[in-house]
């Protein structure tokens, strides 16, 4: 796996990108290159992910990595290394009308951060969910129902257990039981996501 970089960048940053090959992820997610952006800090590297159920060629959740670095540190983020993630998915229409979802998707990011074992701080983000109604000569489904999630956290050097994390995320956006798990319906998946959140 290889994505956009500056090559000479220092050591740390280095190692930071290369342990980002030793990632454990399962076998519905794929990774490629992307082009990291330039202007967000003196180095970066950004890389894609996408899941695909097993037995399936469309997509059901994808997203973006990118870890930023500066070896001066920034005092908003507390380091040196910063990670920027996005994601999006479709979703079914009863479970995007779940007042809950907001709370919901957002604990798949930080238990599948706790879960990882990665260290991390500073943690900010937003989920949005969103609907559209396509109307005349569009191609696609009359109704959309869309989840994204935006976060950035400041990330220790064990990379390849922040990229983990994030594909723990995709994996439950994307309705993907735990693996070795038979898939329940997922609108029921989603309930009993949400049960600790009624009082």
Same mark, same amino acid.
């Given at each position: &796996?290889?994505?956009? &970089?500056?090559?000479?960048? %220092? ?18 997610? !794929?990774? =490629? ?10 180095y ?8 695909? %159920?097993?037995?399936?060629? !469309? ?17 908003? @983020?507390?380091? !040196?290394?910063?990670? #920027? ?6 979703? +079914? ?10 709370? #919901?998707? @957002?604990?798949w990011? /930080?238990?599948?951060l706790?879960?990882s ?6 943690? =900010?983000? /937003?989920? *949005?969910?969103?609907?559209? /109604?396509?109307?005349? +000569?569009?191609? $696609?489904?009359?109704?959309?129902? +869309?989840?994204? &999630?935006?976060?950035? @956290?400041?990330?220790?050097?064990? *990379? +390849? ?6 594909? $723990? ?7 993907l039981? %735990? !693996? $070795? ?19």
């Amino acid at each position: &796996m290889t994505g956009s &970089m500056t090559t000479a960048g %220092p050591a740390a940053f280095r190692r930071a990108v290369s342990r980002l090959a030793l990632a454990r992820l399962r076998r519905e997610i !794929e990774v =490629g290159p992307l082009p990291a952006p330039a202007r967000l800090a003196p180095y970066s590297h950004a890389v894609s992910a996408a899941v695909y %159920p097993a037995g399936s060629e !469309e997509e059901t959740a994808s997203g973006r990595l990118v870890l930023l670095f500066d070896p001066d540190g920034v005092p908003a @983020w507390g380091g !040196e290394l910063r990670i #920027v993630a996005f994601a999006t998915c479709e979703l +079914d229409a009863e479970i995007a009308q779940d007042p809950l979802l907001p709370e #919901v998707a @957002w604990s798949w990011l /930080t238990e599948s951060l706790e879960a990882s074992g990665a260290g991390y701080s500073a943690l =900010g983000g /937003t989920v *949005t969910a969103t609907c559209s /109604t396509r109307f005349g +000569d569009i191609a $696609g489904p009359q109704r959309a129902d +869309d989840l994204e &999630m935006r976060a950035s @956290w400041t990330a220790d050097e064990h *990379t +390849d257990l922040h990229l983990q994390a994030f594909a $723990g995320f995709l994996a439950a956006a994307a309705g993907l039981p %735990p !693996e $070795g798990v038979t898939l329940l319906q997922r609108a029921d998946a989603f309930a009993a996501r949400t049960d600790r959140y009624d009082s």
